[in-house]
Each structure stands twice: as C-alpha cells, then as structure tokens.
C-alpha cells in the first residue's frame, strides 16, 4: 500500500508530487501533466499572473519559472506578459525533473478501503494508499449559466473548451462575462476572424492597472505591499496568509471567495479590445433556444423588456464553481458524506487539507472555500503543497515509516516573502 497518490498533474499536483517525494513518502502521481493548460487553453493567450507568482512548488525553489524560461533564453520579467504555452511548457518541464515519474494514467474512481483508499484507472488498473490527494484542477467545475445548459454543444460552450479558435472565422459570437476570460477569448475570436461580442450582466468592464515597480520607497510599498495576487493590504491578506483565511467564519469565507478579485480584465489586453469587440452590459441571459444554424438569445436587463437576437455560438465565459457533486471519479457515498463549508458545495479542510474523511486531502480551486481566494491561482500552490505533506507526515499511521526530513522540506515560505528580489 502506497503512502500516497496524487490525482492530477497540474501546479498543484506536481507541488505536492516534488513535496512528497523529498519527503521520502512511497507516492504516486498520475495525470497527463499540465492537461487544461496545454488542451484547454486558446493559442494566443498570456498569463494574467506576475511570472514570479506563478512558480510551481518544490523545496529548495531551484525550478522556478524564470529558472526555465533562462535556460530556454527567455523573458520572465515582471510587468511582461508572458504567454500560456511557456507556462505549460514550464509545468511540463518541471514534472520531468521529479524524483518520480509521473504516470499519464486517467483515474476513474477513488473509492475507500480498509485503512485507506483503492485507486482505479481507466486501462484497468487498481491502486492502493493511505492517502490521496485530490488535485484535479479546474476543468470538472466549468459553470454554464441555466439557460445555455439545454443547448447542444455545437451551439453553446464554456472558454475552457477551445484549444483552437480558428474554427469560428466568420461566425458571429455570443461571448457571456466579463472577466479576463470573457474580454481575451473575444479579443482572441476578433483576431482569428471571427465577429465577437461580449454580454454581461455587469454594469461596466473593470481593467487592472499596470502592475507598479518592484522596488519602490519605502512608503509607498509600506501603504500598498506586493502580494502573489496583487497590489495593497487585503489583497496581500488573501494572497499570504491562507492559514488566517481559513479562521474566518465559514460564512464570511464563502463571500470572499465568491467576491474577492472579482471580474477585470489584463491592462495589457484593453488596447487589443476596446473599439475591436462590441459590448453590451447590464444583460442576463434569459433564454436560449436553437434556431435555424445558430441560437436565438433572448436578453434583458434588470426591469427593462426582453430582445431576442440571432447569434452563431456561445461561449459562457463564466469561470469556475467548486462542486463535489461534480466530482464523478470520487465514490459516490464517501462524497456525499464529506462535510462541506457552509454555504457551499465544497469539503470543510483542515489546517493541513485534510477533509472530515481521514486521508482525503483536497488541493487547488475544491480548498479555495476554507483557505480563500489564493487557491483559485497557481500562487496557491506555494502554500499548499508542503504544508499538506507535512500534515501527512506528523500524522501517525499515515505513511509506511517514519521518512528522514529533506533539506528544506515542509518549510512554507514566511509570510510576506513570495516576491523575489526585482529582476
């Protein structure tokens, strides 16, 4: 019996994947590394995340992202977009350096046992451990408004469905948000040919201001510090200080998760997307129905009269809701026995992402609900994955043997540190 497998090849499944290993756990990592990035991400698109925020997790720190992008002669700076596909590339590269190797094997179910868990794969193999950790990203939790979950999928799609978005040149598109994945996929859509336009129950688009300089006066970033997630005290709250996050009652969590680092789009986006791609704002989609080649949507806004108009697709750009009911892989019954974060549809973690089932460990957008905002974004992985292993390894009978501590192992980086010196 293994002391641990990983579901999921993501940040943060690779983080707790380079954590356990150093660690000297029996684990296993299985997943098709950096899948929704490399599959699911539209060419073109740039990380909205300082690349110093965005590194994966491993004691020591030695593979960062601007320790990859040197070796392959690249800019990783701050204020520079960088784009989607290096970070894939980035994540790729990391897992290859494991002291493990990370199996492209799809897990089908995960279901408990006798003193801890049986893990099945879809070319019929059976694992078993003490421990899993559930790392499996963003991609179950895609969130289509009511009225498009009736379309069928050649008329109606969620922006983490497009790998290529060449196939709708010269096809008008409905794009609904207004967040940064909303704004960029109708800046991506206009640019491949396609005729975009944005809706969104908003009132008006947010833009981020350009990031400030990471070296400044004292003052200056004493009133607005650098964070992981931005700029100024509460964003550097949620970016630094999960452990404090998670001390909040569940129902003040709920609501900064649901609200804090709302909707903006990249300031480096806004001059590709104003004067290119029509919006219209303060609209709800009410129905959409199929008709002819296309949908017929019909809209309105808040006390004004419905308008039906004709569109060819649409894509809900509409992030991400974590759901352990759709969580398809996990046995049904141990599922629906996990304590959830009141208010919501995720699992109550402990300090150590621990859920109320011994052994279960949830990382990544699933813990957002008891940590906060932070595991929303790759950021969260700093803090997650040697914290979780550690918790693992304290824990009695929850690894094989007592495993000799590696050489910066289970050390979360001090509070306030996660900028590096400016480059």
Not at 65 to 90: I, K, N, W
Not at 118 to 127: I, K, M, N, S
Not at 136 to 155: E, K, N
Not at 368 to 395: E, I, N
Request: charged share 20%; proline share 8%; net charge positive.
């Amino acid at each position: 019996m293994h002391d641990l497998v990983v579901v999921g090849a993501g940040p943060y499944g690779l983080s707790v994947a380079a954590h356990a290993a150093a660690a000297g756990l029996d684990a296993r990592v299985l997943g098709r590394p950096m899948a929704s990035w490399r599959d699911h991400m539209p060419a073109g698109m740039f990380l909205k995340s300082e690349p110093w925020a965005t590194d994966l997790s491993e004691p020591g720190r030695r593979r960062t992202l601007a320790a990859y992008c040197a070796d392959q002669g690249l800019r990783a700076e701050h204020g520079v977009p960088l784009p989607v596909d290096t970070f894939a590339r980035y994540g790729t590269w990391f897992a290859q350096g494991l002291p493990l190797p990370v199996e492209e094997r799809e897990v089908t179910a995960v279901a408990p046992r006798d003193g801890g868990f049986v893990v099945r794969t879809a070319d019929g193999g059976t694992l078993t451990a003490r421990n899993v950790a559930l790392a499996v990203g963003v991609m179950p939790f895609g969130h289509l408004p009511g009225a498009l979950r009736g379309l069928p999928g050649p008329l109606a799609s969620h922006s983490s469905d497009h790998r290529d978005l060449g196939r709708f040149r010269g096809v008008d598109v409905t794009v609904v948000g207004a967040g940064q994945a909303a704004l960029e996929t109708a800046a991506l859509l206009a640019e491949a040919g396609a005729r975009p336009t944005v809706v969104a129950r908003a009132t008006r688009l947010r833009w981020n201001t350009p990031p400030v300089p990471l070296r400044r006066r004292a003052l200056a970033a004493l009133r607005a510090p650098h964070s992981g997630l931005g700029t100024g005290w509460t964003t550097w709250v949620w970016s630094e200080l999960p452990w404090a996050v998670r001390r909040l009652p569940e129902a003040a969590r709920a609501r900064v998760v649901a609200t804090a680092l709302g909707p903006a789009g990249a300031w480096w986006l806004r001059e590709r997307f104003e004067g290119v791609v029509p919006v219209r704002l303060g609209l709800r989609v009410l129905r959409a129905e199929p008709a002819g080649s296309g949908v017929r949507l019909t809209v309105a806004s808040a006390g004004g009269n419905p308008e039906t108009y004709q569109t060819g697709h649409v894509i809900a750009a509409t992030g991400f809701v974590p759901d352990l009911r759709r969580l398809d892989l996990l046995d049904p019954a141990l599922r629906e026995g996990l304590r959830t974060v009141r208010g919501t549809r995720a699992p109550a973690l402990s300090g150590g992402f621990e859920s109320s089932r011994a052994g279960l460990f949830f990382a990544g957008l699933l813990s957002a609900p008891s940590f906060g905002p932070a595991m929303r974004f790759v950021h969260g992985v700093s803090f997650t994955a040697g914290r979780l292993v550690r918790h693992l390894r304290d824990v009695p009978g929850r690894r094989s043997a007592a495993a000799p501590r590696m050489p910066g192992q289970g050390a979360d980086r001090p509070a306030g540190l996660s900028r590096p010196a400016a480059r």
